[in-house]
């Protein structure tokens, strides 16, 4: 059997996309277009195969924009490949939803209590827009009758920790929050499991973000740290909950309907899509099956 040749391409390429990454992040600027294929190549004193594969290696980065027929353009940094790497570790060990917890504790709390001392009206009309949006869809979602509504609410959700972010006048702080949007929206779902175990609703979570946008608001920086600190072991304790035994075998049929719809949503919470079944469900990625300590 004929083996394919080895790649002897890849590890010049990847000389090559790491200078080629130092040039883009360091002369250009969002929106520029790179030199022609032809013309890199040439610069970089390689194959034209090469260079199309260094082009590559920056567009998996998130740092070029990539489209047959023109050439590449320089992207406006974001947080989705932080995202994508944040989803598959949870995809990959439902376990990491803990890990994740223990970054929120220390990323949200610093965020609050630098918004409480520099959140510019701005942020928090942002904060306030994504607060009246989860009220509403908690309201729409009161009845069962709009399937969609959890849905609403949990991208509403991550929008007000997002526009706290925002809010704390930290780049760094908002940028690692936009990556962090999905994985937080799929949490939530395993959450507000949890929650509903405990007899509460939508409309609780609501009440506790009010409180920390209240003291936000007000300069209120203990008050928002403390709210936060709260919020969080909340979530820690209702996503254990939610993938407890007792939740899982409880011999009310709950468990056994967490397992078959949890396969069927496993992406709703990525593309905003939902159906019935999400009431009932925790994390959409997740497997039903796992167990915490």
């Known amino acids: 059997m004929t083996m394919p040749a080895p790649d002897t391409s890849r590890p010049s390429a990847i000389s090559v996309a790491d200078r080629l990454t130092q040039h883009v992040l360091g002369t250009m600027t969002p929106g520029m277009r790179l030199p022609s294929e032809a013309d890199l190549a040439e610069r ?12 590559k290696m920056l567009a998996g980065r998130g740092l070029l924009d990539v489209a047959r027929g023109r050439r590449a353009i320089v992207r406006q940094p974001d947080g989705s ?85 925002l809010s704390s006048g930290n780049r760094v702080l908002s940028y690692l929050f936009e990556g962090m949007a999905l994985p937080l929206r799929e949490s939530f779902y395993a959450s507000h499991r949890g929650q509903q175990l405990r007899g509460l609703s939508l409309a609780d979570s609501v009440t506790a973000h009010a409180h920390i946008l209240a003291c936000v608001s007000s300069g209120d920086v203990k008050g928002a740290s403390d709210a936060m600190s709260k919020l969080i072991d909340d979530a820690e304790r209702d996503i254990r909950a939610a993938y407890s035994p007792e939740s899982l075998d409880g011999g009310d049929g709950k468990g056994d309907r967490l397992r078959r719809s949890a396969a069927s949503v496993a992406s709703s919470a990525a593309d905003g899509r939902s159906d019935g079944a999400l009431s009932n469900t925790a994390s959409p990625t997740l497997s039903a099956n796992k167990r915490f300590p």
Do not use: N, W
């Not at 970089?44 to 199309?52: A, E, L, Q």
């Not at 009309?125 to 609403?152: F, H, I, W």
């Open 81 to 165: 490949v932080f995202a994508e790497f944040l989803t598959s570790l949870l995809r990959s060990d439902p376990k990491c939803l803990f890990d994740l917890i223990q970054v929120r504790r220390s990323l949200e709390v610093q965020s609050v209590t630098l918004a409480a001392r520099h959140a510019s009206r701005a942020g928090i009309m942002a904060a306030e827009a994504a607060l009246d949006r989860m009220r509403a869809a908690a309201e729409a979602g009161r009845s069962g009758a709009d399937p969609a509504a959890q849905t609403r609410f949990h991208q509403a959700d991550a929008d007000f920790h997002e526009a706290l972010a």
């Open 44 to 55: 970089y004193g390689v194959s034209r195969v090469t260079m199309r594969e260094a082009v």
